[in-house]
């Protein structure tokens, strides 16, 4: 128990250091990525998942840890729109609106408020979500479902998502506040 | 393309905070397995599930809800919810730190745009909260566990979903803030 509190901070605490002295947490950055208009949070986060990646691999090749890719299903695609709206409203995803009470920023608790009600809600109907959206799904396990060594898979991955931070940092030049 | 750790205005280069968050995902995921929290990767969700699953101390027909009952016993929705806190602090002393420490009611852009009033900002900020819970819950995972975690485990449904919420971000932030829509 005091172990799991503990860890939970431990972890906590670093996450939301780096998300703020990242800047990543700051409205403009987060509103300005949707208009497509500053980089910084994209190249960031494909920076996160690129080194993530080869690590979980080569963990995972290693035995270390097992990996669990998320199964696709209805959920994904109608819950990922719902959350994209969300985020364009509130110009924060979850993890920075837990930041953004730690900066003191009033309007973060209603969007926890609102956060907890939508839960609730999904709570609520859950019956109704798991046999309409989440029930059929495919395997999310792409070098299954390609039937592609993983390994193949992992360095194109990877030279994608270096493609996409290298072209978002031509466009990142020059500073602006949309 | 400058790869100093520091930008000019004192934050981090958007490739040093990429290497301390895939490493803090690293060792949080091995950390969870080792601890057998098998379902729940390094996430923010669970821990918000935490807090609301509390609801039914509230309301007693919660009590038997499935989803309610899955996050009260979790362990991994425990440490989630602590995780919390120590992202608010982290993100206080960083703000501390940076000398960065502004409290604001309303973003400055949000009321340059929209206006000064208050309760318009928070109307928007219920109901967009509202759908971040929801989409999370729907698409089990946020930015951290559908991105951050998923994609780096080449997931199909994070792909998907993480995709999806670009597609609508895009689109309400373009109706948000139309005339800032071409240069």
């Known amino acids: 128990m005091i172990l799991q509190i503990i860890i939970g901070i431990a972890i906590g605490l ?37 080194f993530s990646m080869i690590g979980f691999y080569t963990l995972g090749s290693l035995g270390v840890i097992e990996l669990h890719p998320k199964p696709l299903d209805w959920g994904k695609v109608v819950g990922g729109l719902i959350f994209g709206i969300g985020m364009g409203l509130l110009g924060y995803c979850p993890g920075t609106l837990i930041a953004r009470i730690g900066e003191a920023k009033k309007d973060a608790w209603v969007g926890l408020l609102g956060m907890v009600l939508g839960i609730l809600f999904f709570a609520v109907n859950v019956k109704f979500f798991k046999t309409t959206l989440m029930t059929k799904n495919i395997n999310g396990d792409i070098s299954v479902v390609l039937g592609i060594n993983q390994w193949v898979i992992v360095p194109i991955a990877a030279l994608v998502f270096i493609g996409i931070i290298y072209l978002a940092n031509k466009v990142d030049d020059f500073k602006k506040n949309f | 393309m400058k790869l100093k750790p520091t930008t000019q205005n004192g934050e981090w280069h958007w490739l040093t905070g990429g290497i301390v968050v895939s490493l803090l995902s690293i060792a949080t995921y091995v950390l969870f397995e080792k601890l057998s929290y098998k379902d729940y990767p390094f996430g923010i969700t669970a821990g918000i599930a935490y807090i609301a699953a509390n609801f039914k101390y509230l309301f007693s027909s919660l009590a038997q809800n499935p989803v309610i009952q899955n996050n009260l016993t979790s362990p991994a929705a425990f440490v989630e919810f602590f995780m919390l806190f120590g992202i608010i602090i982290g993100a206080y002393l960083g703000a501390k730190q940076s000398k960065n420490y502004k409290p604001e009611v309303i973003p400055a852009i949000w009321e340059k745009y929209h206006g000064p009033n208050v309760w318009k900002r928070f109307a928007v900020v219920l109901v967009g909260g509202f759908c971040l819970g929801l989409g999370t819950m729907l698409a089990v995972g946020c930015t951290t566990g559908n991105i951050l975690q998923g994609w780096a485990h080449l997931s199909l449904g994070s792909m998907v979903a993480g995709a999806c919420f670009f597609i609508a971000g895009i689109i309400v932030a373009k109706i948000l803030y139309p005339k800032t829509g071409g240069r």
Not at chain 1, 21 to 48: C, E, N, Q, S
């Open chain 1, 14 to 50: 670093i996450f939301g250091y780096a998300l703020q002295r990242t800047g990543v947490t700051k409205y403009p950055r987060v509103t300005g990525m949707l208009l497509l208009k500053d980089f910084k949070i994209l190249k960031f986060m494909l920076t996160a998942v690129t």
